[in-house]
């Protein structure tokens, strides 16, 4: 509401303010705030997922994980007892298929793992609903994580809590769940609000960067006037001012007595290049990129193991809990490294780990015959671990462990030695016979 006449005439008296000066007032609008790095501190907003996900280091490192994880078969195992032994056998399942291949849904295989990873690195967490009927499953439907919201009780110790999505309610064993840092077992803490003031940081300097460009790298300055200028030459000198920064215009001219005054760089500014390469390391030390040799086990295997943790509870029948459990395969992750993996090959065929043969079955080729032995160094000592016997190929000699003693079998050592003698004599003899005839 204006002041009347007389009250304005006292108020300019009292103010020594002239009252035919114009009387001018600047207010700061955020939406008049050209400048987007200006604009974006100003705000001083939390980033989303979304931009986080714009800065190239973030983006290259959550890519490189979730395409990892994604390319990693999850197979189906049981625990079996056979002549007293454990042994464990991969089972042929569907759901198996359903994980690697066809969810059920639009997703593939590869398409669901990546995109529950990548809720798992940057969201509140994984989520994927069991389409089942009875005992039957059917499908994953995977579900964005911001689509997933939940009522829970308020007891700390015996927690409740149940899935909403799109205002329908859930039982929480109906979902496959992967957290992050979780306390309460239905969300997770995802980096983006973990380390959400450094990845503010970057953003803010990758919007300085576009700024630059956008203003052609022209430098920042201030505009000085002897003379006052009405708000008609105010305004023309903004509009000239912003076409000349937005690369609309070659130049701009001042009139009499402006002079522009170049606003000096900052430290900031002056170690851009320098600050992002350091966060670039500091991204690296965070998702555990800087050594490849420790890129899957401590970037892979924790998103895995939470995966097949969250399948073993809720993508298994009660009755199957005991003896089934879900676990990765990670012979896909080193297949690309030929040499590698050949390496890997012969460890494990010298040691006796593995037969050739199963060796070739890795490798996708068809067995043969004399493959199947397993490779035994004479130097080595062999242990019975139910009788307690040690057998030396080298020497061909059984000893037996009594306590902390050794016993000699000599019954058995004898037979041996006796049979390798009778073997000789029989050669011998059947030499001498050929002599003779």
């Known amino acids: 509401m204006k002041k009347p006449n007389i009250i304005r005439k006292i108020y300019n008296l009292v103010t020594n303010k002239d009252p035919t000066e ?54 189906l195992f049981k625990k079996t007892i056979k002549n007293g032994k454990k042994q464990t056998e991969e089972v042929v399942d569907d759901r198996t298929r359903i994980i690697n291949n066809d969810t059920g849904d639009t997703l593939d295989g590869f398409q669901f793992k990546k995109a529950i990873c990548e809720d798992y690195l940057m969201g509140k967490g994984g989520y994927a609903y069991i389409n089942k009927k009875g005992n039957e499953f059917i499908g994953l439907n995977y579900v964005e994580e911001n689509r997933v919201t939940f ?19 859930y039982d929480s064993f109906q979902f496959i769940k992967i957290l992050r840092n979780t306390k ?18 970057a953003y803010k300097r990758i919007l300085y960067d576009l700024d630059l460009m956008r203003t052609g790298g022209n430098k920042k300055g201030f505009l000085q006037s002897e003379k006052h200028l009405d708000k008609k030459g105010i305004e023309a000198l903004k509009v000239a001012w912003n076409e000349y920064f937005k690369g609309n215009s070659s130049c701009v001219i001042l009139n009499d007595g402006m ?28 998702f555990h990129l800087n050594k490849s040799e420790d890129f899957i086990k401590y970037s892979v295997m924790p998103v895995t193991t939470a995966f097949c943790t969250a399948l073993n509870r809720d993508f298994l029948l009660e009755k199957e809990k005991d003896n089934y459990y879900f676990a990765p395969d990670y012979t896909e992750l080193v297949r690309c490294s ?67 003693k050794e016993e000699d079998l000599e019954g058995r050592n004898n037979n041996q030695n006796n049979k390798k003698n009778n073997d000789e004599i029989k050669k011998e003899g059947g030499d001498n016979n050929e002599e003779i005839l």
């Not at 009522?151 to 909403?164: A, E, L, Q, S």
């Not at 995802?190 to 990845?199: A, D, H, P, R, V």
């Not at 043969?368 to 061909?396: A, C, H, Q, R, S």
């Open 22 to 75: 114009t009387e001018t007032s600047t207010e700061i609008n955020e939406e008049s705030v050209d400048d987007v790095l200006l604009n974006a501190i100003m705000n001083c907003e939390d980033i989303d997922r979304e931009q986080a996900l714009t800065i190239p280091a973030v983006s290259s490192a959550v890519g490189l994980i979730s395409d990892s994880f994604a390319m990693i078969p999850i197979k």
């Open 151 to 169: 009522m829970t009780n308020t007891d700390p110790i015996f927690k409740k809590y149940r899935i909403v999505v799109n205002g329908k309610l």
């Open 184 to 201: 309460d077992g239905k969300r997770g803490r995802g980096y983006t609000e973990e380390i959400n003031k450094s990845l503010q940081t």
């Open 259 to 286: 002079k522009f005054q170049e606003a000096s760089n900052t430290s900031v500014e002056n170690q851009l290049n320098e600050k992002n390469k350091t966060f670039s390391e500091e991204i690296k030390e965070m």
């Open 338 to 404: 030929i040499k590698e993996r050949y390496e890997a090959y012969k460890i494990a065929i010298e040691t006796g780990f593995k037969t050739r043969n199963e060796v070739r079955y890795l490798e996708g080729d068809d067995a043969l015959d004399g493959l199947d032995t397993i490779n035994i160094n004479l130097g080595n000592v062999l242990l019975n671990p139910e009788t307690k016997e040690i057998y030396t190929p080298n020497t061909n000699q059984w000893t037996k462990l009594e306590g902390n």
